[in-house]
């Protein structure tokens, strides 16, 4: 029995439209795993930076976890007007999404390298300070987790938000 055209292309259309979904969370995924590289080596190089600055502990730490938390919600934002121009097809943006990931794997592997040649005399001297401030000071931890669950619930109003 031979199928239709109109059959065939609705099993073309149904066969595209998981495609598409399936690959919408392999974007998701690896975009978010990308952003995660992009926010950890952001965090770290600034912190690198006020070690080497001088800059207190308590403010290392706060804009340490203040740019994870910017980069994470930046990322997103410009995930969805990405998704939404259309503008890029979908395996494209797969393709960058993992490729976004791997570059930021990359740039966490070499990040030390780098820092290394730049470190000031008094780096390390602030690096055991910084460390010592957060074993004295345990709520810092503490804001660290809830900027962590907020950074969940705003991720997700955004995407609610945006989702029309």
């Known amino acids: 029995m ?3 055209t109109q059959q065939k292309d609705e ?3 149904k066969n595209s439209s998981t495609n598409d979904k399936i690959l ?3 974007i998701g995924i690896f975009f978010w795993l990308g952003i995660g590289s992009f926010a950890y080596l952001f965090e770290r190089t600034l912190k690198d930076i006020f070690f080497n600055l001088n800059i207190s502990p308590n403010l290392t730490e706060i804009f340490g976890e203040l740019i994870n938390f910017l980069t994470y919600i930046l990322g997103v ?3 969805i007007k990405i998704v939404k121009t259309n503008k890029i097809k979908l395996l494209k943006l797969f393709k960058i999404s993992f490729l976004m990931l791997l ?4 740039l966490q592997f070499i990040e030390p390298m780098i820092n290394d040649k730049l470190q000031s005399e008094n780096y ?3 690096s055991n300070q910084y460390y010592d ?3 004295e000071n345990p709520n810092y ?5 809830y900027l962590g669950i907020a950074l969940y619930f705003v991720i997700g109003l955004i995407i609610y938000i945006k989702r029309k």
């Open 2 to 4: 031979e199928k239709t």
């Open 77 to 79: 934002f410009y995930l």
């Open 11 to 13: 099993i073309r259309l």
């Open 141 to 145: 931890y503490t804001i660290s987790i």
């Open 124 to 126: 390390f001297e602030n």
């Open 24 to 26: 919408l969370i392999g």
């Open 133 to 135: 401030f957060l074993k």
């Open 103 to 106: 570059i930021g794997q990359l």
